[in-house]
């Protein structure tokens, strides 16, 4: 778990620092292969499941520690924007 809470805030912080993801009109988009192509430094599988594992389930639309983003397609996550205002509001103090 400590792993997964390490790459959630580092994963955070890159999409809110822009460098991760793209933002359209529904929020940020990150995929699956730009998640890898930024992580490099995961050499475990860990790596290809950390974004289905993150996944918020259908049918709910709120954010927890653990569940933080949406599945919008095969390899295509939206971010939850709750998870982003927490993060932001982290960077800040």
């Known amino acids: ?24 009109d529904r929020g940020t988009v990150v995929t699956l292969k730009e998640f890898k192509a930024y992580f490099t430094d995961i050499t475990t599988d860990y790596v290809n499941s950390f974004l289905p594992a993150s996944t918020i389930e259908v049918g709910q639309s709120s954010c927890s520690h653990t569940r933080f983003v949406f599945r919008l397609s095969k390899g295509v996550y939206l971010v939850h924007a709750d998870a982003l205002l927490k993060e932001n509001a982290n960077e800040r103090k």
Request: net charge positive.
């Open 1 to 24: 778990m400590t792993e997964h809470r390490q790459l959630k805030q580092r994963f955070l912080a890159a999409v809110a620092r822009g460098e991760l993801g793209r933002v359209d």
